[in-house]
């Protein structure tokens, strides 16, 4: 098989994928979907190599297969194509986009040539990706510099790779981290945003939450992973709330909820605030956004900033 389609929000697992199968080699060329033509495209993938060899074809961004839509005339070509690839050419799809499994022309490329849907990882798999990756480095971490690492990128895989490359300029190899030095490494802009963002958010001030989701998207952190915090942080406060509704001790509760003395008394002062009906009401709230988001109704950020201003008609 030599067309793929991959798809991923990942863009460092994205290309883990396509270096897969070109294995490194030097005859690779990149195309651009979103500026550059199909007939472009194809008249490269058909272009007769003198010496024989096999050449990879990378086209980006073909969001084609999903939520764009491809004129008559280029899917017709792109089909014609794909009845009889050029065998000396191998074509890699990429999309940050869901693609459409209607559209008939990923129907195709699943049916008859390799598809892959790149799953970012996420929690104990996310931890031994992690693991796995400062071993592979020559790397020892504990448990609690791998877990900081993780916390402070927001659970993003691409960002938890852009702070591993500091911790490559900061130390030797082979060598042990130290939780100190990577609390100096790790960007202070990611972490603090995090925690603004979620506080201000919880204040349901909605000025200071668009600002500091505005950094974070610069920063290119990933809107799931604010979904889950947010989520995260309202799960913290109706439980509490429960709990200390039926009397538990405030020790019981800090176990059970796994926070220290100071995020127990934030925690509970922000929870004094609401209701718990209220809680509840934005946690299935999240959890749908979750679902469309994932099931590719909506986009993730729009479908975050949605969730924002609902906060207000409360």
């Known amino acids: ?37 199909i007939t472009d495209i194809l008249e490269e993938a058909s272009y007769v190599s003198m010496f024989g060899e096999m ?8 969001t084609f297969f999903g939520k764009t839509k491809l004129k008559e005339e280029d899917e017709e070509k792109l089909m014609k194509y794909l009845e009889k690839p050029y065998p000396l050419c191998t074509i890699i799809f990429t999309s940050y986009e869901p693609v459409d499994s209607r559209k ?3 129907k195709i490329i699943k049916e008859e040539f390799q598809y892959q849907n790149i799953i970012t990882p996420k929690g104990l798999e996310l931890y031994n990706k992690v693991a796995s990756l400062l071993i592979e480095k020559k790397y020892l971490a504990e448990k609690d510099s791998i877990n900081y690492i993780i916390n402070a990128c927001l659970n993003n895989y691409d960002l938890i790779c852009n702070e591993i490359d500091k911790i490559d300029l900061y130390y030797e190899k082979p060598s042990k981290i130290k939780l100190d030095d990577i609390k100096k490494i790790i960007s202070r802009t990611i972490v603090d945003n995090n925690f603004k963002f979620v506080d201000a958010v919880i204040i349901k001030d909605l000025k200071k939450s668009f600002h500091y989701l505005e950094d974070l998207m ?11 915090l947010l989520a995260r942080e309202y799960r913290n406060m109706l ?24 995020q127990f008394e934030k925690t509970r002062k922000n929870a004094m605030d609401y209701h718990k009906d209220d809680l509840k009401d934005y946690l299935i709230n999240l959890e749908k956004l979750d679902y469309q988001i994932k099931s590719g109704q909506i986009d993730k950020l ?8 609902d906060l207000y008609e409360y």
């Open 1 to 37: 098989m030599n067309v793929y389609l991959f798809e991923a929000t990942s863009r460092v697992l994205l290309e883990e994928a396509v270096n897969k199968i070109a294995n490194n080699s030097e005859n690779k060329i990149t195309y651009n979907a979103e500026t550059e033509t």
């Open 302 to 309: 729009v479908g975050l900033k949605i969730f924002l201003l």
């Open 239 to 262: 439980i509490l709330k429960l709990m200390e509704q039926d009397k538990f001790l405030k020790k019981d509760i800090m176990k059970e909820l796994n926070l220290q003395d100071w």
């Open 218 to 228: 610069t920063l290119k952190v990933e809107p799931l992973s604010l979904i889950n």
């Open 104 to 106: 008939k022309i990923t």
């Open 55 to 62: 050449k990879f074809l990378i086209v980006k961004n073909a």
